[in-house]
């Protein structure tokens, strides 16, 4: 009996020991297969299945279905464990993760690119594995490569090729006799990609040139160009990989043939100078990149100095460093020369129907200027409409406040209370109204101008507008104030807030406001009008920097809110600062975007 119990204490011992062996495998969290590395500006990701933006951080896991966004400052890089790659999006860019899976039968990546800018450093692929880049025009495959992926607003694709071999399919192409391929294209290193899917061409090889390094440089930001150096030393080795393979070939008595699974480069070369002077243009393209980064921010030029030491320092040997001071670059190296006047025929094509465009969208953008004028000026009629009857909001706020405020006086005090206005008034009268600011004198310095700015918040419900004053102190200190708004798009000032003033300025006893929507003509903006003023024993209120009232407004769609006019005055109803329409003076207009 004890050797049975001592056996089964034994056997259960075993068991738990296996157990706790086995436990931190089975049931440790896994780590994710993308996480976010860095992130600049305004970046926001939503989840698969979800609809609430998020704002994104570092190592912020990332799955499939996943939809990142940038700002038009923003930017972020995104790790992928397998199959091992790193992303960094440009600003203005939107992507989403179509496929991340790791399954028993190999490892598969794919992103879809909607617009904007995407650097891929994709390390050399297992036979099991599968990465590539759709956008709305083309899908790119890859095996192991280093290349910038572009995509316009007008869905201009443009891809270069820094090291590897992408092989491009263009949707929407039919095979034919100038396209045999089906729309396939080879793309080797030094070699870009350039497709209007709207104005495709009749030979999709002559879309591909060689990289033209100022429209790469200008159409990518700061942090692509130093995602691109900072792939430097795998550029540099799958680059001489590369052309090892070449220079073996020519060594044979060879012809060098680029291809992959029956798709061929047209990237050509017959000899070992031309080997050479390709091999110069691969050395110079990051070295351009470079020197290219640093002139178009001298302000960074300390920090991309050392960001390239520390890249050379990565670098084996010294024949392929990035050196700025090295960057000739020779456009028509690997170029059948029988092709160059085809190709240069497609360049100069994309670049008259770019020169059409542009001027389409010059002659849109003077209409709607034409019809913003046509709408300003209606609203500004129905202003000087209110201004001639005497009946400004801010006349019959003031009015209503003074009733308001009489009437809570007694005999003796409403007596001596109409004495004062007698008096103020017969002083008004007397003395010569005078515009802010007031200059000292010739020999003392001129007091700063007082001046209204807004400042933009956004809401659950869309956005607040804070109407910040700057100088509105001694003889320039704030009794009333009324400003215009022109309202345009799925926009609507919220009067539905209650008391808008500043308490902080303004005491709740002595001072009231108001906030109207008025609709204007059909097709022109809504005008919301909004008016504050103390009244009774209140004081001007001195205002250096600070907030006098902050505004509402309920935001369904987008659209623009602009200051169109504004009148300050002081205690005795002299104009501290007026600013009508067209007045350099009024902030710019808020662009609403949902």
């Known amino acids: 009996m004890f050797k049975r119990t001592r056996l089964a204490v034994t056997l259960l011992l075993a068991s738990i020991l296996m157990i706790s062996m086995v436990a931190p495998a089975v049931f440790a969290k896994s780590a994710p297969a993308a996480f976010i590395t860095t992130v600049s500006g305004d970046v926001i990701v939503k989840k698969a299945g979800g609809s609430k933006p998020i704002p994104a951080f570092v190592n912020m896991p990332l799955e499939q279905g996943d939809f990142l966004s940038t700002g038009r400052e923003g930017s972020l890089t995104i790790q992928i464990v397998e199959p091992e790659s790193t992303r960094t999006l440009g600003p203005g860019s939107e992507a989403t993760i179509k496929k991340l899976s790791q399954g028993a039968l190999g490892k598969r990546l794919g992103i879809m690119l909607w617009k904007g800018s995407m650097w891929n450093s994709v390390h050399s692929l297992k036979s099991n594995e599968e990465d590539y880049v759709e956008?709305?025009?083309?899908?790119?495959?890859?095996?192991?490569?280093?290349?910038?992926?572009?995509?316009?607003?007008?869905?201009?694709?443009?891809?270069?090729v820094a090291s590897g071999l992408v092989?491009?399919?263009?949707?929407?192409?039919?095979?034919?006799?100038?396209?045999?391929?089906?729309?396939?294209?080879?793309?080797?290193?030094?070699?870009?990609?350039?497709?209007?899917?709207?104005?495709?061409?009749?030979?999709?090889?002559?879309?591909?040139?060689?990289?033209?390094?100022?429209?790469?440089v200008t159409q990518a930001d700061a942090g692509i160009l130093k995602a691109f150096m900072l792939s430097a030393p795998a550029i540099f080795s799958e680059n001489e990989a590369f052309l090892q393979g070449l220079a073996s070939s020519l060594e044979q008595g060879k012809q060098p043939s680029i291809q992959r699974e029956g798709i061929a480069s047209d990237l050509t070369l017959g000899s070992s100078d031309e080997l050479e002077q390709l091999k110069?243009?691969?050395?110079?393209?990051?070295?351009?990149?470079?020197?290219?980064?640093?002139?178009?921010?001298?302000?960074?030029?300390?920090?991309l100095l050392k960001l390239i030491e520390d890249v050379n320092r990565q670098i084996p040997g010294t024949d392929s460093d990035v050196d700025i001071q090295d960057t000739k670059f020779d456009p028509t190296v690997g170029v059948d020369p029988a092709a160059v006047n085809e190709k240069e025929k497609e360049q100069a094509r994309l670049?008259?129907?770019?020169?059409?465009?542009?001027?389409?969208?010059?002659?849109?953008?003077?209409?709607?200027?034409?019809?913003?004028?046509?709408?300003?000026d209606q609203l500004i009629s129905k202003m000087n409409e209110l201004s001639a009857g005497n009946k400004s909001v801010l006349d019959e706020l003031q009015q209503q406040a003074e009733q308001t405020y009489m009437g809570s006086l007694t005999a003796e005090e409403l007596a001596r209370y109409k004495e004062d206005k007698v008096s103020i008034a017969a002083e008004q009268a007397a003395t010569p109204s005078q515009s802010a600011p007031i200059s000292s004198g010739p020999s003392g310095p001129s007091q700063p101008a007082p001046s209204v700015e807004l400042i933009k918040q956004n809401t659950a419900e869309g956005l607040t507008l804070k109407i910040q004053l700057h100088q509105f102190t001694g003889t320039n200190a704030v009794y009333a104030a009324e400003y215009h708004f022109a309202?345009?798009?799925?926009?609507?000032?919220?009067?539905?807030?209650?008391?808008?003033?500043?308490?902080?300025?303004?005491?709740?006893?002595?001072?009231?406001?108001?906030?109207?929507?008025?609709?204007?003509?059909?097709?022109?903006?809504?005008?919301?009008i909004y008016a504050a003023t103390s009244f009774g024993s209140a004081s001007p209120v001195s205002i250096s920097n600070g907030t006098m009232a902050t505004i509402p407004f309920a935001v369904h769609g987008s659209g623009t809110i602009r200051l169109v006019y504004a009148k300050i005055v002081d205690q005795t109803g002299a104009v501290i600062l007026e600013?009508?329409?067209?007045?350099?003076?009024?902030?710019?207009?808020?662009?609403?975007?949902?």
Not at 171 to 193: E, I, Y
């Open 167 to 216: 092989t491009a399919s263009i949707t929407g192409v039919q095979p034919g006799a100038s396209n045999s391929s089906g729309g396939q294209l080879l793309l080797a290193p030094t070699q870009q990609l350039t497709v209007d899917p709207n104005h495709p061409p009749v030979n999709l090889q002559n879309s591909v040139s060689i990289i033209d390094i100022t429209q790469t």
């Open 351 to 376: 670049r008259s129907i770019q020169r059409q465009q542009e001027q389409e969208r010059a002659d849109l953008e003077r209409r709607l200027l034409l019809q913003l004028h046509k709408t300003m």
């Open 135 to 160: 956008t709305p025009a083309a899908k790119l495959e890859v095996k192991g490569t280093n290349f910038l992926v572009t995509v316009k607003a007008d869905g201009t694709l443009s891809v270069a």
């Open 280 to 303: 110069q243009n691969l050395n110079a393209l990051i070295s351009n990149v470079a020197a290219s980064a640093i002139a178009l921010d001298p302000e960074k030029s300390a920090e």
């Open 487 to 528: 309202v345009e798009g799925d926009i609507q000032a919220d009067p539905t807030k209650g008391r808008l003033l500043n308490d902080q300025y303004f005491q709740t006893s002595n001072s009231v406001d108001t906030l109207r929507n008025i609709e204007g003509p059909s097709g022109s903006p809504t005008e919301a």
């Open 579 to 594: 600013l009508n329409s067209g007045s350099t003076a009024l902030p710019a207009a808020i662009s609403v975007t949902r």
